[in-house]
């Protein structure tokens, strides 16, 4: 059965390379002429034309507007659709009602991991929907996946996706903070770098990152952009149910400071920019 593509930015170009690579019958479109057209794939003038042609209909989109705007001009009807970009929860369970009353069927399926694990088939996808749905995602998403996992019920998948978001932020934030402390004191961010990739804190992503804050390459992985709207999901879902997000509340304004400073299309890595251009109040 063909599988159609919609979105080839940052993830989407090497979720979707990975997927022809497994050999599956597929057809891609960007609303650009962004991203590669895999090897042995069609490319499509129109999103249309996608849901014309494949039965499954995978989602890789930056935003809840994109998802609107595309959908709004296709026939859903009979496919199997299935979100894998980040968007809030409700509007994941909103979207589920949609294509459900036009006739379609299905499945969130957000995926944890940057371009790096993208690029190396090797995401943990978060997978939601109706029982049978789920399992019909997992076989055709697993060549972009280390992982699939069971999330139940939409929006399921999304909730997970934004609680392993706020370990992720918090996480790279404090990467990022450890090694502005250092430049303050004149330490060496090489020699920063090499304790922690040896102790018992290091991560790929850990790796990943001190790499770039040790270099000051910020070529994305995941945008600051990116990462201030998932910041932002994660906030207003703990406002809803009164949770505390301290941690995120902060990230929330440096990401937003960062951006603000011009660097919204680089690295998440580049939120030391925000820490450097954030003054502490005289004592
Ligand atoms: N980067 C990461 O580390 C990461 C990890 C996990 C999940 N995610 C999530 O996955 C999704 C995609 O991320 P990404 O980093 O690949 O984003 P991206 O590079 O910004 O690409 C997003 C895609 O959305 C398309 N798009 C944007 N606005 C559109 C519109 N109004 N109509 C139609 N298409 C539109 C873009 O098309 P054109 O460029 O052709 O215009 C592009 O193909 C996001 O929801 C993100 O939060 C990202």
Not at 158 to 185: D, P, R
């Amino acid at each position: 059965m063909t599988v159609g593509f919609l979105g080839l930015g940052v993830m989407g170009t090497p979720m979707a390379a990975n997927l022809a690579r497994a050999g599956a019958d597929l057809i891609v479109w960007s609303r650009t002429d962004r991203g590669n057209t895999p090897p042995g794939a069609v490319r499509a003038r129109t999103a249309a034309e996608v849901f014309g042609k494949a039965g499954t209909v995978l989602l890789m989109l930056a935003t809840e507007q994109a998802i609107d705007e595309v959908l709004a001009g296709v026939d859903v009807s009979g496919k199997l659709v299935v979100h894998m970009g980040t968007t809030s929860p409700e509007f994941s369970a909103g979207l589920n009602d949609k294509i459900k009353s036009r006739g379609g069927r299905y499945v969130e399926a957000p995926v944890s991991g940057s371009r790096g694990p993208a690029e190396a088939g090797e995401l943990i996808a978060m997978v939601a929907g109706e029982p049978a749905d789920r399992g019909e995602t997992a076989r055709v998403i697993a060549p972009m996946c280390r992982q699939t996992v069971d999330c139940g019920e939409v929006p399921g998948g999304l909730l997970m996706k934004l609680a392993v978001n706020t370990f992720l932020i918090s996480m790279a934030t404090g990467l990022a903070e450890a090694f502005h402390f250092a430049e303050a004191y004149g330490l060496d961010p090489g020699l920063l770098r090499q304790v922690l990739d040896a102790g018992p804190m290091a991560s790929a992503v850990s790796r990943v990152k001190a790499a770039k804050l040790v270099t000051g390459d910020f070529e994305v992985q995941a945008a600051i952009r990116d990462v201030l709207k998932n910041n932002e999901l994660i906030v207003e879902a703990a406002r809803r149910r009164d949770v505390a997000s301290p941690l995120l509340d902060v990230c929330r304004s440096l990401y937003a400071e960062t951006a603000a400073l011009g660097h919204g299309e680089q690295d998440m890595a580049a939120v030391i920019h925000g820490l450097r251009a954030t003054r502490r109040p005289a004592p």
